[in-house]
């Protein structure tokens, strides 16, 4: 089991930055691939992210590709989100997931830890 805890959210103007952190404890950190989704209100959760077991592979959704990146750092047992250029649609609550090392997964299912969420809001 591993427990997840986001942190970094805030409220941004459109154009400006942040970086989000996700701190894991518990098993292995290395053993997991990992993943960043978002959840506006009234929508579906959805893929942000992922990055493979070692850092070497990583996936983004087209709506972020080129603003946002990914990375870990397994000796820290942190995962982060460096969001640039941002803009009032990437307004959401925003999650860190763990899954099996297999894949570069994109699906909430395909994820079997959580977080609990940091708030993201970025003004007009």
């Known amino acids: 089991q591993v427990q997840l805890v986001e942190s970094g959210g805030g409220l941004v103007q459109a154009g400006g930055s942040l970086r989000l952190s996700c701190a894991a404890s518990?098993?292995?950190?290395?053993?997991?691939?990992m993943g960043w989704f978002r959840q506006a209100p009234g929508k579906e959760r959805e893929f942000v992210a992922a990055i493979s077991w070692n850092g070497g592979s990583t996936r983004y959704a087209d709506s972020v590709k080129g603003r946002f990146t990914i990375s870990r750092d397994n000796a820290k047992n942190t995962m982060y989100l460096e969001m640039n250029s941002l803009k009032p649609e990437d307004t959401a609550e925003y999650y860190c997931a763990a899954g099996p090392p297999t894949y570069l997964q994109t699906m909430t299912f395909e994820y079997d830890y959580w977080g609990q969420g940091t708030q993201v809001t970025v003004s007009s």
């Open positions: 518990g098993r292995r950190f290395s053993s997991y691939s």
